[in-house]
């Protein structure tokens, strides 16, 4: 069996209503954490995993996101007119092979399932991973990377999965769980947003994913599940139904939920203080903010 993952969807179809105004006129994923968009994170976890052809899910009013994977040829020539080669290297690492990228447009918003449903017919016959770009892992090695790796020897589908206080776990995906072989856990269930006092473990999935084609003939049911949405989540619970295997992987890596503002700004000051050309400067800041100093 194939067991090759070369193949990401995105699903970057969302109107990002929590960052209004923001997102009146730019599309969530390009906004910034520190100096990149949010997506050009998605896209080197992605290549880091193998990943070859990247398929995204879009909707009206994401133009700037298929501009941002334009080459930019005068930009590069300026720069290299200039010398500035540190600046050249990075606008160069955000460049795609020709044919690599591929927009596929969902006309209605029916879910994150059916999002994923719509790129069906350019993922052929093959595993593919899906990634939520609002969800940014930052790890030593990359959340995706360490999926594919298992992936390869145990098949089946996978999600990507992290402990959350039992309160909260009705905001995602929960697993109930059959096995834990380390990281791994084979899955007996999942439940899409539980109601309170049912999730049946604190064991939620996030946004990172292996899935095989039948997750794909699974959604073509468009089974509406929890908020009326047709969801990923049941999709690949139906594949339990079907004694397919489905696992759900702990990775290693802290992740921060960008689709909130306060997991954004957590994000900010964590890879703000992850870099050492702005470390210093800005840990003195963030000192001075909790003692309570005024800012300059
Ligand atoms: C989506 C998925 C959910 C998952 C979450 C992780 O929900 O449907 O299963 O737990 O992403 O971020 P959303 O956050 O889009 O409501």
């Keep these: 069996m194939n067991r090759k993952v070369t193949k ?17 006129s730019v599309p969530k994923e390009i906004m910034t954490l520190v100096d990149r968009p949010l997506i050009q994170y ?3 976890e992605a290549r880091a995993a193998g990943i070859k052809e990247f398929i ?19 930009l590069e020539a300026s720069l290299e007119a200039k010398g500035k080669q540190d600046l050249l290297d990075v606008v160069r690492s955000t460049n795609m092979d020709s044919g690599a990228i591929a927009y596929i447009r969902q006309h209605q918003a029916l879910g994150l399932g059916h999002a994923v ?7 052929g016959n093959e595993p593919f991973a899906v990634i939520l770009p609002d969800d940014v892992i930052a790890a030593d090695k990359p959340c995706l990377q360490q999926m594919v790796e298992t992936y390869e020897e145990v098949g089946g589908c996978m999600v990507a999965a992290m402990e959350v206080p ?16 380390g990281p791994l856990m084979s899955v007996k269930g999942m439940v899409e947003k539980p109601k309170k006092g049912q999730e049946p473990s604190n064991m939620a999935v996030i946004g990172r994913y292996i899935l095989t084609t039948d997750v794909l003939r699974s959604l073509n049911k468009k089974q509406a599940g929890a908020g009326g949405e047709i969801q990923l989540t049941d999709a690949i619970a ?14 290693e890596g802290r992740r921060y939920d960008c689709g909130s503002k306060n997991g954004f700004l957590e994000a900010t000051v964590a890879f703000g203080l992850n870099r050492p050309d702005l470390r210093d ?6 000192a001075g903010v909790q003692s309570g100093a005024p800012a300059e």
């Design 42 to 44: 998605a896209i080197d």
């Design 238 to 251: 139906r594949e339990i139904q079907s004694l397919r295997p489905v696992y759900g992987y702990k990775f």
């Design 281 to 286: 400067d800005f840990s003195k800041f963030i």
């Design 117 to 123: 449903w719509c790129a069906r017919r350019l993922i």
């Design 56 to 74: 995204f899910v879009t909707s009206r009013g994401k133009g700037a996101l298929e501009d941002y994977f334009d080459t930019a040829p005068q």
């Design 8 to 24: 990401a969807i995105f699903p970057v179809a969302g109107q990002g209503t929590r960052f209004l105004p923001a997102t009146k």
């Design 166 to 181: 039992k309160e909260q776990a009705s905001s995602y995906g929960v697993l109930d769980i059959k096995e834990t072989m």
